[in-house]
């Protein structure tokens, strides 16, 4: 956006002048550290903008923002930042805005309150360049009582995590023998923008449309709620994922990790495998190794889905086929060089690559279906749902969408709604 240059270019005069003038602090608010006695008072300099939200200059994300009518989301944020006049008033300012945009988000997919514009309401991408929006306010936002880069960072992941559904899970009191399911599912950001920065992620678009829905099944009805995370490596380490599930797998009965896969296909994933395999993530950042986890000494090289898949294979859920993908590559006991298995990893092997690939897709199925066992979870079904990749009509290589494009959309978060109702039942 033209603001950062703008602000990054102007920093320079304001820390000059911070320090020929000084800047009042106000005093501390409960649980705020106070200022030294006689510290000089100083705004912090913001910080530049990332990768993704260099990416919100070009002209698809802001045709993606107008036509989806949240093009006003950053600026009614910058606005409440301005009016923050402490560290608490700042932080409740960015959960409420956060909060508000998921909400925002998940009634367009579900048909409550105007569109705001042309874009179809089943379109994901809308809540994810509103978030940067956000963001890079947030990040550039010279705050007049000060903030540190601890503080900002505090700021910055409760709006990732309010802005995402993380903060809003809440499944209603189970009403005995044959009451009410819950049932967890988790999506994704858009990824390989600089491929192609029109993408959309059908994994996203299918938890903003089923956040908070009920779904009949044989067995009763389920209540299915929903969050979204980021593709970058970085969180995944920061524990984000287990941070979000680890208060509710106990009390689900069934969870499903969901992203974009392979064309024209669904996978449910047999496997998961502990590797990163390095690929590029949204910050352009690649990460090779073992994925970090708590406890390292007792993590193990792969985890296994309990979601019945040979109901999900075998059920009429759309149009796409439905795969039970068993396939793995891994370094056999006492190798050296990667092996593909088609029936799963054999005893004793490392890890290179799960069903659903070495990227973070395999990464959240393996930290969930972790989780799920150190939690002892035995007998919760849970795992991983590869969607198609969401492809644009033929010969569209320039518009934001089609009508094919938004009919596949369509039919994949349909098709991940039928198979919930499989899995549960």
């Known amino acids: 956006m033209s603001r950062i240059r703008a602000r990054l270019d102007a920093l320079g005069v304001i820390l000059l002048a911070s320090a020929t003038l000084g800047l009042g602090t106000p005093p501390a608010t409960a649980g705020e550290p106070a200022p030294a006695a006689n510290a000089p008072a100083t705004v912090p300099p913001a910080a530049p903008p990332t990768v993704e939200e260099r990416r919100l200059e070009k002209a698809v994300p802001q045709e993606i923002l107008r036509r989806g009518g949240f093009d006003s989301v950053a600026r009614e944020f910058a606005r409440a930042l301005r009016g923050a006049k402490s560290y608490g008033a700042a932080d409740r300012a960015v959960v409420r805005h956060g909060s508000l945009l998921w909400e925002r988000a998940v009634d367009r997919a579900q048909g409550r309150g105007p569109a705001g514009g042309d874009l179809s309401r089943d379109d994901d991408r809308p809540l994810y360049w509103a978030r940067l929006g956000m963001t890079s306010e947030l990040r550039e936002w010279q705050a007049s009582f000060g903030l540190p880069d601890e503080a900002r960072g505090r700021l910055l992941d409760r709006l990732e995590r309010s802005s995402r559904g993380q903060d809003s899970i809440h499944f209603p009191a189970k009403g005995g023998k044959g009451g009410m399911k819950r049932v967890l599912i988790t999506g994704f950001d858009p990824f390989t923008l600089d491929r192609d920065i029109r993408i959309s992620n059908p994994s996203g678009a ?45 009390r689900v009965d069934l969870f499903t990790t969901v992203s974009q896969g392979r064309v024209g296909r669904i996978d449910v994933e047999r496997n998961n495998g502990a590797w990163r395999g390095g690929f590029g ?145």
Do not use: C, K
């Open 206 to 250: 299918a938890a903003l449309a089923l956040d908070g829905t009920v779904v009949r099944t044989a067995s009763g009805p389920a209540r299915i709620e929903t969050a979204v995370f980021p593709v970058r490596w970085q969180d995944f380490a920061d524990g984000m994922v287990e941070r979000a599930l680890r208060p509710h797998l106990p």
């Open 281 to 425: 993530d949204n910050e352009n950042v690649s990460r090779t190794g073992l994925a970090p986890v708590e406890d390292p000494a007792s993590q193990p090289q792969w985890t296994t889905t309990t979601l019945p898949y040979r109901e999900i294979v075998a059920a009429d859920t759309g149009r796409f086929p439905v795969y039970d993908n068993t396939s793995v590559t891994e370094i056999p006991a006492g190798g050296i060089s990667p092996v593909v298995r088609p029936d799963g990893p054999t005893a004793g092997s490392a890890a290179r690559a799960g069903g659903g690939g070495d990227y973070l897709s395999n990464e959240i199925a393996y930290r969930a279906t972790l989780l799920r066992d150190r939690l002892g979870l035995d007998g919760l079904p849970g795992g991983h749902v590869h969607t198609p990749v969401l492809e644009f009509g033929a010969g569209n290589t320039t518009e934001i969408t089609d009508p094919a494009f938004v009919r596949n959309r369509l039919d994949i978060v349909a098709q991940v709604r039928a198979i919930v109702r499989v899995a549960v039942r």
